[in-house]
């Protein structure tokens, strides 16, 4: 993400608000867990406060929470020597710690154990004296060098080692120079430990512990073999060989992974050594490969009680895949989770059986993202995953478990829970929720809908100074981590930025969002990225942007482009029932989404430039939605139907997915009043038949508001272990109530559901940061069916949690104009 380096004059307020607060005794709001301030058993001033949440019904014993310093009122320079969290007046273990690897702390590490479904309150804190000691140190990273001795040839003679914090080899350095203690670089947890060879061989090697606790210290400092025998502390467990050891990467090419070899030279530091998490990074210079030179920097690092390392690669452009691999060996067995999940879910390749060194049992896999996967291969000396660079940057994770551990059972059962667990950890992290003075003291400034205009202005330009120009054609999107392209969520967005500016006058966000659709837009209206064979009715969205702006400035290249989009619906094939398919790959179905990305451009294209000629077209979609999706018990409506009854995730019976998902309504929601907005007023019929559609779904909606004003990820399930207040439904919800009452789809009598439902907005999801940025926290990244998302509960729970996504943010920004004239009459 592109780090900031300049605020503008909007912000300043915000950051001088965080500063008066930071310098007051006051504590900050505890509301989001119910809790009072004054019931969290100590009388320091509180500086923020972490609502967590188990999203698992059983124990998650030593769960690493990693926590924003932004986030939390805090600047990377900030002293937290004196700062702990406290559950209570239990301070619990913690560490700040620079996770990116660029000399600057950024994230604070929480370590809990967390019991089934529990919910807690952290709050962050000055120590008081008696918690001032030092914490157990359960992880390390290490690179030990000789010095005293001297150079001769390629062999480093004589001199003892001593612990470094960075090296960077000499040209005459190879394997076995007996310069490097252990050849490399090494990191442990309270659990393992691993090291990289340092040299053209780049293999990761395991370091098994009959002794649980810290022992690398100790390894390695009386020769190069003794390390490879038993001792009390264990041994070096791995043959290396030829291959990349355990989660060592190289490069795909004719069917062999290629290691890192061919390289001008390596460098490696500590970038942490603490008591919860410790990392090294590693910079491989001018790395020669398929006809390409790149540097690429890798980052290990490990936490307490954990056997997972995590790798984080950065590489130049022109790496678009690496290959992570697992020796191989002879008698193992090759396990492998299931690749039928969501692309953001996690899942593994194992190997299994008696590969130590001693010839004990030994697990290793490697985990990984479903989405970076190209495919799972081999060759000669390795089990290889390949998987996608996106952006430059790769992340997975790699373990290994020993027979010869304390307690240890590789059976296959315990082996299959291992893995298990390890997924899950990483596919289902802790439900957060933060609060601080920042905020609090904006809040304060500010009020909810008193000042809607101007959160929605903070939330523009905050957006604007994060991304800048990504979204443009041909720009890198960090937020979904792909190339730019014509994108309903870029629509979403702009069009919320331009409603803004427009309704504030500022300028320059209406320009930021015509300069972004712009680059999509040639000068004869042709739209670059835009694919019409792929009947894909998310590509109208952003269609809505290029009838505003040929509304506003009359330029024909905005007529001409819309008309493309209008092309599609032409010829864009229906169900039997007569509403669109959601796209070509999804033969048969009618999603919610699709409602919105499709019915409101239609509208407003036919009523410019048809004479209104397709607004039955458009009511009829209104009407098979409502009845084939509307469950008649609640007055919900299910995500999707599939008309057919052959996808997965449909009812045998009926064609309905099983769960009402909030942000799928939230589309709906929206539709129905952007389009009764559009259709003119002779229009009478349809203007009362989607204003009926409006207070029946309003009044349902209610219903399962829960008591903060917002509403769950599954609507109807509040309290079910996992689900979570959502904040892009929770937008679009109050974007129907407010301009339902604005054009009159819904009476004035809901006027104060919406005013509720809009403060609870800023109350619950908007967050100032120490930078004076306004972040709209806790939406769902993505939820859809099909190619491996099956529409289970687990499923909808799997999906990431994030901050400002484009569907959340994008309603959120409309909401501030329409709000501040409705709620502040």
């Not at 960075?166 to 430990?193: C, K, M, N, W």
């Not at 864009?572 to 451009?601: C, E, I, S, T």
């Not at 509307?630 to 309905?656: C, F, I, M, V």
Request: proline share 3%.
């Amino acid at each position: 993400m592109k780090k900031t380096t300049n605020r503008n004059s909007m912000l300043l307020l915000a950051a001088m608000s965080v500063l008066v607060a930071a310098c007051g005794e006051q504590q900050a709001d505890a509301s989001k867990s119910g809790q009072p301030a004054a019931q969290l058993g100590n009388t320091a001033p509180i500086r923020a406060t972490v609502d967590i949440a188990n999203p698992v019904d059983h124990l998650r014993r030593d769960q690493a929470i990693y926590l924003d310093m932004a986030q939390l009122g805090l600047r990377a320079d900030a002293d937290t020597a004196q700062l702990g969290f406290y559950r209570g007046d239990q301070v619990v273990a913690h560490q700040f710690i620079d996770s990116d690897a660029d000399g600057q702390r950024d994230q604070a590490l929480v370590m809990l154990d967390l019991q089934a479904g529990e919910k807690l309150q952290l709050a962050l804190r000055d120590k008081s004296a008696a918690d001032m000691a030092p914490q157990v140190q359960r992880s390390h990273a290490e690179i030990g060098v000789k010095a005293g001795g001297n150079w001769q040839g390629s062999k480093y003679e004589g001199g003892v080692f001593q612990d470094v914090e960075a090296v960077t080899l000499p040209p005459q350095y190879t394997d076995h120079s007996q310069f490097l203690r252990y050849e490399g670089p090494g990191i442990e947890s309270d659990v393992i430990g691993y090291r990289v060879y340092l040299d053209w061989r780049n293999g990761f090697d395991i370091f098994g512990k009959q002794q649980a606790g810290l022992q690398l210290a100790q390894v390695g400092l009386d020769g190069y073999q003794s390390y490879h025998e038993p001792a009390d502390w264990g041994m070096d467990i791995l043959k290396v060989g030829k291959s990349v050891g355990i989660g060592g990467f190289g490069y795909w090419e004719n069917g062999a992974l290629t290691r890192v070899s061919e390289v001008k030279g390596w460098s490696a530091r500590i970038v942490e050594d603490g008591s919860l998490y410790s990392a090294f990074a590693i910079n491989y210079d001018d790395w020669t490969v398929a006809g390409k030179t790149v540097d690429v920097r890798a980052q290990l690092a490990m936490v307490a009680g954990s056997r997972l390392a995590r790798v984080n690669l950065k590489t130049d452009p022109g790496l678009e895949q690496l290959a992570v691999g697992l020796v191989k060996h002879a008698d193992t067995e090759v396990l492998k989770g299931s690749l039928d999940i969501t692309g953001e879910a996690w899942s593994y390749l194992a190997t299994l059986g008696p590969q130590a060194l001693d010839g004990q049992p030994l697990l290793m896999f490697v985990l990984f993202k479903r989405e970076t996967l190209v495919e799972l291969t081999e060759d000669e000396h390795n089990q290889v995953a390949l998987l996608k660079v996106r952006g430059g940057e790769l992340e997975y994770y790699f373990g290994a478990q020993w027979a010869g551990e304390p307690g240890a059972d590789l059976s296959p059962a315990a082996v299959n829970a291992t893995l298990a667990a390890e997924v899950e950890r990483l596919t289902y992290p802790p439900r957060l929720a933060l609060g601080n003075r920042a905020s609090d003291s904006l809040k304060q400034e500010l009020g909810g809908a008193a000042n809607a205009l101007q959160w929605s202005k903070l939330a523009a330009v905050s957006e604007i100074e994060r991304h800048g120009m990504e979204l443009a054609h041909g720009q890198y999107d960090t937020m979904r981590e792909r190339e730019a392209n014509w994108e309903y969520t870029m629509g979403l967005l702009t069009q919320g930025v331009y409603q803004v500016g427009q309704a504030t006058g500022e300028a320059r966000l209406t320009q930021w969002a015509q300069s972004i659709v712009d680059s999509y837009v040639t000068d004869t209206g042709e739209l670059r990225g835009y694919d019409q064979s792929q009947y894909n009715i998310d590509s109208i969205n952003s269609g809505k942007m290029l009838l505003q702006l040929y509304r506003d400035t009359g330029a024909e290249k905005y007529r001409i482009a819309a008309g493309h989009l209008r092309e599609q619906l032409h010829h864009h094939p229906r169900l039997d029932a007569g509403a669109f398919w959601h796209k070509q790959r999804y033969p048969y179905q009618l999603w919610l989404d699709g409602v919105y990305m499709g019915m409101p451009f239609l509208a407003e294209y036919s009523v410019l430039f048809e004479n209104g000629a397709s607004l039955d077209e458009v009511m009829e979609e209104f009407r098979v939605t409502r009845e084939h999706l509307r469950d008649p018990a609640t007055g919900l409506y299910w995500h999707a139907w599939d008309e057919k009854r052959q996808q997965g995730w449909a009812d045998s019976d009926t064609g309905l997915s099983h769960y009402f998902w909030a942000r799928g309504m939230g589309w709906l929601a929206m539709a129905i009043v952007d389009t009764y907005a559009i259709i003119p007023a002779e229009r009478a019929g349809m203007r009362a038949e989607l204003a009926a559609m409006a207070q029946d779904l309003a009044d349902s909606l209610l219903k399962f508001q829960d008591d903060n004003g917002v509403w769950h990820q599954i609507v109807d399930m509040p309290g079910k272990t996992g689900n979570y207040p959502e904040s892009s439904a929770s937008a679009m919800f109050t974007y129907m109530l407010v301009k339902g009452v604005q054009v009159g789809a819904l009476p004035d009598s809901y006027r104060g559901a919406a005013l509720r439902a809009y403060d609870a907005l800023i109350e619950q999801f908007v967050l100032a940061d120490a930078n004076g940025s306004v972040h709209l926290t806790q939406a769902c990244q993505v939820g859809g069916l099909g190619f491996g998302r099956d529409g289970s509960y687990a499923y909808y729970m799997s999906e990431p949690v994030i901050d400002n996504d484009p569907k959340g943010l994008g309603p959120f920004l409309m909401l501030g104009p329409l709000a501040q004239q409705v709620l502040n009459p």
